[in-house]
Every structure is written in C-alpha cells, then in structure tokens.
C-alpha cells in the first residue's frame, strides 16, 4: 500500500506519518494548498498513490481540496480518509470564531457523504475523531483517544471487506 498524508506537521500528522511511514506533504515541503496553480501541482502529485489521508486543517480547504481530488480520480482505485473532528467546540465570547469551526466540520461531513454515494471505484472514509490526547487545552480534564491507536484504527478500515466502504466513523474515547 503506497500512502500519502497531506498535513503531516501539525496536530496528529507526525504520529500518522511515524506510524505508517509513509510521505508527507504540506506547504513545508513546496506543496501549497492555497494557490490554485501549486494546489494543481499537488493533485497531479497524489497519482503515484493508492491512500491518501488528509489531515490539512485551513478552513474550508480540506473539503475543497477532497472535491478537487475526487473529481481527478473518481474512476481510480484510490481511498481518501479525510481525518475531521467531532469534539465539541467551547465558544466563548470574544475569540472571534464564534461556530466557524462548527461549520466547517459540519461543510466537510456534507463533502465526504455526498462524494461517497457516487459509487466509484474510488472510496473515501470521513474519520471523525473526539479529543485526542495532548491536542486540546482542555482534553486533560476529559476521557481522550490515545493519538498512537488511530493509526491502528485506520488501518482497520482499510481492511474492510472489499464489498463495503465505512464512509463516515466516528471516534470517541472509551467512557469511564
């Protein structure tokens, strides 16, 4: 299996890539996701692989670069994890992002469903993960996933039985 991740630096990236030891690529190694030209590059890039997770967190642009992606390789035999969030935001007033974040989680779950039910011979999985330990101000004080197993938890998806595709999956730490 020939894996690529884009957004390998940040958050649970340098754990994904340690784990599968696979490449990584962002705007740190000339892949600039942000202008269009560079972002056309990076796409033509993703060819030489079968998986491709995207981890690259900028707004809307982890949707927008999964459309882009998919409509280049639909008819290929590629599956694309898209590794989202469902932790539950903390608005406080003044931080500027009131719901932003909301709603761009909830734009990428709309993306990943619908490009899934087109029925291609690529698939894509929106893996959706609760607080993952050592990401989060706050996940100290909550039950949180170890940032070591989702890498198994991937892993066990791509495993599945050829005849179905786990389109979205949801990760929550084990309640104790």
């Known amino acids: 299996m020939n894996m690529l991740l884009i957004g390998h630096t940040q958050g649970i990236g340098p754990h994904l890539k340690e784990y599968f030891a ?3 690529i962002d705007s740190s190694t ?3 996701l942000t202008d269009d030209i560079e972002r056309s590059a990076t796409i033509g890039y993703v060819d030489q692989f079968d998986v491709v997770i995207i981890n690259e967190h900028n707004g809307m642009l982890q949707g927008e670069l999964l459309v882009d992606l998919f409509k280049v390789y639909e008819n290929d035999r590629k599956h694309f ?4 969030s469902c932790s539950q935001d903390s608005l406080n007033k003044g931080e500027g992002q009131f719901g ?3 709603m761009y989680r909830s734009g990428v779950d709309y993306v990943c469903t619908n490009l899934a039910r087109k029925r291609t011979t690529s698939s894509l999985t929106n893996l959706r993960l609760g607080l993952v330990r050592g990401f989060n101000k706050t996940a100290h004080n909550y039950n949180s996933i170890d940032p070591n197993n989702i890498g198994i938890a991937i892993e066990k998806l791509l495993d599945f039985p050829k005849d179905m595709i786990p389109i979205s999956v949801t990760l929550l730490a084990e309640y104790r």
């Open 22 to 24: 696979c490449e990584g």
């Open 30 to 32: 000339g892949h600039s």
């Open 81 to 84: 994890i898209v590794i989202n």
């Open 100 to 102: 932003e974040r909301q």
